[in-house]
T-cell receptor, first 115, second 111 residues
């Protein structure tokens, strides 16, 4: 167990709707990264939040947005859902500032199905 | 970004050592090699990481060649619970330290 929790575990939405996914980071960590994993693929980096600000972003459109709160927990918001957004969404927490030895610890994920 | 190449799949007999290879010929001098694994539909689990020297922890050993162009993850006594997709990642030296996952190696441990 990593101490990283995510909610909900599963979610079903319809195309065009909006969704919010939540992540609580491991105690002592100050950074949350979000990844999208389509079926049969490796996880793809969406963005990272550090000190409540976006600290890097992958190749995802602006309808993917996020927040980080003072307690370092985080939300991923996706607007105007598309069928291709169906995936496992993973968050990973870490302690930024350790340089290349910073290790990310993943939560169990939220499986989103868009119909 | 440094890329990694791994075999698509491997089999291993239960109780035997599982040796998972990874090629990372374009790795930069101060980029670390990380290994994660993902058991079906769960979040990736951190296993081990290293820079130059061989590393060992309670889960596995990591052997990195002297030229750092390849590495091998060793699970000394594989069990059925080690069946998973194993990802070899060269950690990008950037502000975010984002992880770039490839397709990984599916390890099937058989009785």
């Amino acid at each position: 167990e990593t101490g990283v929790t995510q909610s909900p575990t599963h979610l079903i939405k319809t195309r065009g709707q909006q969704v919010t996914l939540r992540c609580s980071s491991q105690s002592g960590h100050n950074t949350v990264s979000w990844y999208q994993q389509a079926l049969g693929q490796g996880p793809q980096f969406i963005f990272q939040y550090y000190r409540e600000e976006e600290n890097g972003r992958g190749n995802f459109p602006p309808r993917f947005s996020g927040l980080q709160f003072p307690n370092y927990s985080s939300e991923l918001n996706v607007n105007a859902l598309e069928l291709d957004d169906s995936a496992l969404y993973l968050c990973a927490s870490s302690l930024l500032g350790q340089g290349p030895q910073e290790t990310q610890y993943f939560g169990p994920g939220t499986r989103l199905l868009v119909l | 970004d440094a890329k990694t190449t791994q075999p698509t799949s491997m089999d291993c007999a239960e109780g035997r050592a599982a040796n998972l290879p990874c090629n990372h010929s374009t790795i930069s001098g101060n980029e670390y090699v990380y290994w994660y694994r993902q058991i079906h539909s769960q979040g990736p689990q951190y296993i081990i990481h290293g820079l130059k020297n061989n590393e060992t922890n309670e889960m596995a050993s990591l052997i990195i060649t002297e030229d750092r162009k390849s590495s091998t993850l060793i699970l000394p006594h594989a069990t059925l619970r080690d069946t998973a997709v194993y990802y070899c990642i060269v950690r990008v030296e950037s502000n975010t330290g984002k992880l770039i996952f490839g397709q990984g190696t599916t390890l099937q441990v058989k009785p």
